[in-house]
């Protein structure tokens, strides 16, 4: 490390007003909240999450060679309790000198922006790639800014000679210039110093860039970046196609799910004064917002906005010109008011009740609910959660030669899709589907390749519509299979499904595994 950075190294380090009200609230009902309803606010402040992991690993190192490398993990091992009797201590970064100076600040705002995003499209891309650990991606793209967020903390003359010189020349050269070294190079030593262990390193270094998490990792970070002014760069078609070979699916379904992510991360995460990407998703002719002034120390580098209130325009260059198209996919649009009629045609998720299936298996892991009452909260957050229309839960028989429905919802006494069932012999989609915990979206795109794999008794339960179908382990123990559609709308039209809510379709696949894994014995 070079010299100049040595006021990098660990210390006393701020938190977001935000993050330490939030955490100040949980503690006054610290018996109810659990480890995950904690980490996921301190997942949405990257120095919070840098402290919460250098603080537990810094404990841990010192006493064996274990490590920790999610927050959640980090708040089990040092006790939710005291982890919140802790954060009353933590200093708030708008109290802070660097957070007195509204230039510092709208650079630490931003840059906490383009962090939440490409944690969320890390995440997000993670689960969809069926990575069972996948904050550990999330946690990772997490910290990747956050030597840059210490250099305007800590060294905020150091940033702006940064910043100015990044306008003259490419990142890498002007990092040089300024630091001695690129931020690639830096990341890596600096976090480690920070106690930050081997195996979010390891997903950080560039040499490992070949690696498919790596690779996921990379192209969520780029695009994190590199929509922060426009969605128009040709740069990101590269990670576009990164992450349509990591996922194996197709660039234009890549492409909304990015868009679509950046929508969501926007209104999850909109109290920071900086634009989030979703903004820019119009593009929109206009000007950009000017550049912060190098003379004008007071003035933020980015105005004030949110996605309702302000769209992108072309890049200065070619402001001239007409506007390029976009991808060629559908833009992201802001949800319609819930009173539009189209709403009453095909079922809509609530996230709300989405969320709270995942909290309820979540605090049910200690075997309190049993197998009828487990399902119960696993159909309810895929039907009113996901906006799933026709639901089946099925299990192994006990001989271990077919897997049957055991619950439904949303089927008729009359369908037939009520007696839906297969052997474990055969050679059928749902049959290969169950030899390792893994979920399969049937829709246009792969319906040519699929449906042939389908057993025809099964076409015919099924229909001609898309579905989602997914297999449950509890470790190397098969527990069952779910299957879920949106089935037909008011109208007699077959209701689509989406990559978004297949993910989620995913993630609570994922959580009812280890709620059925925890059940209560039947006495």
Same mark, same amino acid.
């Given at each position: 490390m070079t010299a100049n950075l040595e006021q990098l190294q660990p210390g006393e380090l701020p938190i977001f007003r935000r993050t330490r009200g939030v955490l100040l609230a949980f503690g006054l009902r610290r018996e109810q909240v659990t480890a995950p309803e904690v980490a996921a606010e301190i997942l949405a402040d990257p120095l919070a999450t840098l402290y919460t992991l250098h603080t537990i690993n810094k404990?841990?190192?010192?006493?064996?060679?274990?490590?920790?490398?999610?927050?959640?993990h980090a708040l089990m091992m040092q006790g939710i309790g005291a982890f919140l009797d802790a954060a009353r201590r933590l200093p708030i970064l708008e109290d802070s000198p660097a957070g007195r100076n509204p230039r510092v600040l709208a650079a630490l705002h931003a840059l906490a922006r383009r962090a939440q995003h490409a944690a969320w499209q890390a995440r997000d891309f993670a689960v969809l790639h069926s990575d069972v650990r996948a904050e550990e991606v999330q946690v990772a793209a997490l910290l990747h800014d956050t030597p840059e967020m210490l250099l305007w903390l800590r060294t905020p003359?150091?940033? %702006?000679?940064?910043?100015?010189?990044?306008?003259?020349?490419?990142?890498?050269e002007a990092e040089t210039t300024v630091l001695g070294d690129t931020l690639a190079h830096l990341r890596l030593s600096l976090l480690e110093s920070w106690n930050i262990p081997p195996l979010t390193l390891d997903l950080l270094s560039p040499k490992n860039a070949e690696r498919t998490r790596q690779t996921l990792l990379a192209a969520c970070i780029d695009i994190a970046q590199l929509s922060e002014r426009g969605w128009w760069d040709e740069k990101l078609m590269a990670a576009y196609t990164a992450l349509a070979g990591v996922e194996n699916t197709a660039l234009e379904t890549i492409i909304a799910t990015v868009h679509a992510n950046a929508a969501r991360v926007a209104r999850c995460c909109d109290w920071l004064e900086a634009?989030?990407?979703?903004?820019?998703?119009?593009? %929109?002719?206009?000007?950009?917002?000017?550049?912060?002034?190098?003379?004008?120390?007071?003035?933020?580098? #980015?105005?004030q906005a949110t996605p309702a209130t302000v769209a992108a325009a072309q890049p200065p260059a070619s402001a001239s010109q007409p506007l390029q198209p976009a991808p060629p996919v559908r833009p992201v649009q802001a949800p319609a008011p819930e009173a539009e009629p189209e709403h009453d045609i095909c079922p809509m998720p609530d996230k709300h009740i989405f969320r709270e299936a995942l909290k309820g298996i979540e605090e049910h892991l200690d075997g309190s609910l049993t197998l009828n009452q487990m399902s119960a909260v696993i159909l309810k957050g895929l039907h009113t959660g996901l906006g799933l229309s026709r639901i089946i839960f099925a299990m192994q028989t006990p001989d271990g030669l077919r897997v049957k429905s055991r619950f439904?919802?949303? %089927?008729?006494?009359?369908?037939?899709?009520?007696?839906?069932? =297969?052997?474990?012999?055969?050679?059928?989609? =749902?049959?290969?589907?169950?030899?390792?915990?893994?979920?399969?979206?049937?829709?246009?795109?792969?319906?040519?390749?699929?449906?042939?794999?389908?057993?025809?008794?099964?076409?015919?339960?099924?229909?001609?519509?898309? =579905?989602?179908?997914?297999?449950?382990?509890?470790?190397?123990?098969?527990?069952?299979? %779910?299957?879920?559609?949106?089935?037909? !709308?008011?109208?007699?039209? #077959?209701? !689509?499904?989406?990559?978004?809510?297949?993910?989620?379709?995913?993630?609570?696949?994922?959580?009812?595994?280890?709620?059925?894994?925890?059940?209560?014995?039947?006495?």
């Amino acid at each position: 490390m070079t010299a100049n950075l040595e006021q990098l190294q660990p210390g006393e380090l701020p938190i977001f007003r935000r993050t330490r009200g939030v955490l100040l609230a949980f503690g006054l009902r610290r018996e109810q909240v659990t480890a995950p309803e904690v980490a996921a606010e301190i997942l949405a402040d990257p120095l919070a999450t840098l402290y919460t992991l250098h603080t537990i690993n810094k404990r841990v190192s010192a006493r064996s060679d274990a490590e920790v490398n999610t927050v959640e993990h980090a708040l089990m091992m040092q006790g939710i309790g005291a982890f919140l009797d802790a954060a009353r201590r933590l200093p708030i970064l708008e109290d802070s000198p660097a957070g007195r100076n509204p230039r510092v600040l709208a650079a630490l705002h931003a840059l906490a922006r383009r962090a939440q995003h490409a944690a969320w499209q890390a995440r997000d891309f993670a689960v969809l790639h069926s990575d069972v650990r996948a904050e550990e991606v999330q946690v990772a793209a997490l910290l990747h800014d956050t030597p840059e967020m210490l250099l305007w903390l800590r060294t905020p003359e150091q940033a %702006i000679r940064l910043q100015r010189q990044r306008r003259r020349s490419s990142d890498s050269e002007a990092e040089t210039t300024v630091l001695g070294d690129t931020l690639a190079h830096l990341r890596l030593s600096l976090l480690e110093s920070w106690n930050i262990p081997p195996l979010t390193l390891d997903l950080l270094s560039p040499k490992n860039a070949e690696r498919t998490r790596q690779t996921l990792l990379a192209a969520c970070i780029d695009i994190a970046q590199l929509s922060e002014r426009g969605w128009w760069d040709e740069k990101l078609m590269a990670a576009y196609t990164a992450l349509a070979g990591v996922e194996n699916t197709a660039l234009e379904t890549i492409i909304a799910t990015v868009h679509a992510n950046a929508a969501r991360v926007a209104r999850c995460c909109d109290w920071l004064e900086a634009p989030p990407a979703a903004t820019w998703g119009p593009m %929109i002719p206009g000007p950009w917002p000017p550049e912060a002034d190098d003379e004008e120390k007071a003035a933020p580098a #980015t105005p004030q906005a949110t996605p309702a209130t302000v769209a992108a325009a072309q890049p200065p260059a070619s402001a001239s010109q007409p506007l390029q198209p976009a991808p060629p996919v559908r833009p992201v649009q802001a949800p319609a008011p819930e009173a539009e009629p189209e709403h009453d045609i095909c079922p809509m998720p609530d996230k709300h009740i989405f969320r709270e299936a995942l909290k309820g298996i979540e605090e049910h892991l200690d075997g309190s609910l049993t197998l009828n009452q487990m399902s119960a909260v696993i159909l309810k957050g895929l039907h009113t959660g996901l906006g799933l229309s026709r639901i089946i839960f099925a299990m192994q028989t006990p001989d271990g030669l077919r897997v049957k429905s055991r619950f439904t919802l949303g %089927i008729s006494a009359e369908d037939p899709l009520r007696h839906f069932e =297969f052997e474990l012999a055969s050679k059928d989609l =749902f049959c290969q589907l169950m030899g390792k915990m893994q979920g399969v979206w049937l829709n246009e795109g792969n319906r040519q390749k699929l449906w042939p794999m389908i057993h025809p008794k099964l076409q015919a339960m099924l229909g001609n519509g898309d =579905f989602y179908t997914m297999s449950l382990y509890n470790g190397s123990k098969p527990l069952g299979l %779910i299957y879920a559609d949106r089935g037909k !709308g008011e109208g007699g039209n #077959t209701c !689509g499904l989406d990559p978004l809510t297949y993910t989620d379709f995913k993630m609570l696949c994922l959580q009812a595994a280890r709620g059925l894994g925890k059940v209560k014995a039947p006495v």
